[in-house]
């Protein structure tokens, strides 16, 4: 069935650092995928998506391009702020109307000044 | 323009005890999801709703049962709680394949 595996944390990084968290998923077919965020006490934000092949997503300085040759959709941001501290979500969904979302199980992400 | 709204925000039942979860979207998306968070496993769909008059399992319904009372509104009842189901509990919604919009959540506890 389709699922997502994503990096464990928890991850700590100093402020200016560059961020990977790693994400792979199974699917059949040509999935969307997503990366949510999850601050404190809050529910899911979308934070980007791609919907093909190379597609590159991408919004407040994190990017994430889907590579169907290694199925993967890494979450990157070339310059961490204490307020990314929150935890994140790599998703992806089939597409189809009504259609189920698949989550992995998240990745704390810690910033310290 | 609420998004999807939650309640209540925090329950504490004991075992046994029966409650309902509301949850109600105003972007009228068809699809309506109900999720529940467990430290290190992520989101588990519990069960979710393709469209008003419908209702599908997820991946871990026992113990619940749910209600599309219409398009708007989706609600999530525990007949007889258990310490297990303690969890953070959300509800989503999706209009067709686009993202799914997030409440804020209802943090329940079982003693």
């Known amino acids: 069935g389709d699922s997502v595996t994503q990096m464990e944390g928890p991850v700590t990084l100093s402020e200016e650092a560059f961020l990977t968290i790693n994400c792979t998923y199974t699917a059949t077919g040509y999935p969307s995928l997503f990366w949510y965020v999850q601050y404190p006490g809050e529910g899911l934000q979308l934070l980007l998506k791609a919907t093909k092949a190379d597609d590159k997503g991408s919004n407040k300085g994190f990017e994430a391009t889907y590579r169907k040759e290694t199925t993967s959709f890494h979450l990157e941001k070339g310059s961490v702020q204490v307020s990314d501290s929150a935890v994140y979500f790599c998703a992806l969904s089939r597409g189809e109307t009504g259609n189920q979302f698949y989550f992995g199980t998240g990745t704390s992400l810690t910033v310290i000044p | 323009n609420a998004g999807v709204t939650q309640t209540p925000k925090f329950q504490v039942l004991k075992t046994g005890q029966s409650m309902t979860l509301q949850c109600a979207q105003d972007?009228?998306?068809?699809?309506m999801y109900w999720y529940r968070q467990d430290p290190g496993m992520g989101l588990r769909l519990i069960y979710y709703?393709?469209?008003?008059?419908?209702?599908d399992k997820g991946e871990v319904p026992n113990g619940y049962n749910v209600s599309r009372l219409n398009k708007r509104e989706f609600s999530l009842r525990l007949e007889s709680a258990a310490p297990s189901q303690t969890s953070v509990y959300f509800c989503a919604s999706t209009r067709g394949v686009h993202e799914q919009f997030f409440g804020p959540g209802t943090r329940l506890t079982v003693l």
């Open positions: 972007m009228n998306h068809n699809s």
């Open positions: 709703s393709a469209s008003e008059g419908t209702t």
